[in-house]
């Protein structure tokens, strides 16, 4: 058992800790309606313990930076950085040092597709690499393409088009403009580059899967749409 000094307390658990995180994210994320509700950070956190079975990386920034990976979203919520702030106070109350702090913040701001589309991408520690894993392949699969058509119902996008063609070597405020986005070319535009961009062995070996189950379905999909062809 992992013993910490906490302030007003003899000691505070591992286990009281993540407790209160856990409690802490769902109250964030219980209402979400684009498919990064509780449920998804639970699988998240799930995957993360899965993958920490065969990673050395600490699982007290793991499983934290996992439980609160999108409370900050900068594509969920109207002011991200108000938000940030908010969870630095929230960790220091649950005493968590300076360091695991600026470690779990760094994570759950950084791991994101959206920053793999930068020039100069960062570079995330160990449990920010198995939380990145998580997300990710929590967006694959079948699971992943259930989400992708709700995120995509919920803000009205077309769901294919074949006159609109995916977009290649898109810039963040690109890959974020929906109008320029079909539900199908969601997944030529990131869901399918994903199984190639894991960590972690262990999601290398989930996501191989779940890639092909993706593929089974846009085969489908289109055989659908164009009965005739």
Not at 135 to 142: C, F, Q, V
Not at 148 to 161: F, L, P, R, V
Request: with cysteine; aromatic share 10%.
């Amino acid at each position: 058992m992992y013993l910490l000094y906490c302030e007003g307390f003899d000691f505070m658990t591992y286990e009281e800790q993540l407790s209160a995180i856990k409690d802490y994210s769902y109250q964030k994320m219980r209402t979400d309606a684009t498919g990064h509700n509780f449920d998804h950070i639970e699988r998240v956190v799930k995957t993360a313990k899965k993958i920490l079975t065969t990673e050395s990386a600490d699982p007290l920034i793991t499983l934290a930076a996992a439980y609160l990976h999108d409370v900050a979203d900068d594509k969920l919520v109207a002011d991200p950085a108000a938000l940030e702030l908010e969870i630095k106070d929230f960790l220091k109350e649950i005493d968590f040092t300076t360091e695991q702090i600026s470690e779990v913040i760094f994570i759950t701001h950084n791991l994101s597709f959206s920053k793999s589309l930068s020039n100069n991408p960062p570079e995330l520690p160990l449990a920010g690499q198995i939380v990145q894993d998580a997300d990710r392949l929590d967006a694959i699969g079948a699971i992943g393409i259930t989400r992708a058509i709700y995120y995509g119902g919920a803000h009205s996008e077309t769901i294919y088009d074949t006159n609109i063609k995916p977009r290649q070597n898109m810039n963040k405020s690109e890959y974020r403009n929906l109008k320029n986005e079909t539900i199908i070319n969601h997944f030529y535009e990131k869901l399918l580059k994903l199984a190639a961009m894991m960590n972690t062995p262990t999601a290398k070996k989930i996501a191989a899967g779940r890639q092909q189950y993706m593929i089974n379905f846009l085969d489908e999909f289109k055989n659908e749409w164009d009965i005739n062809r």
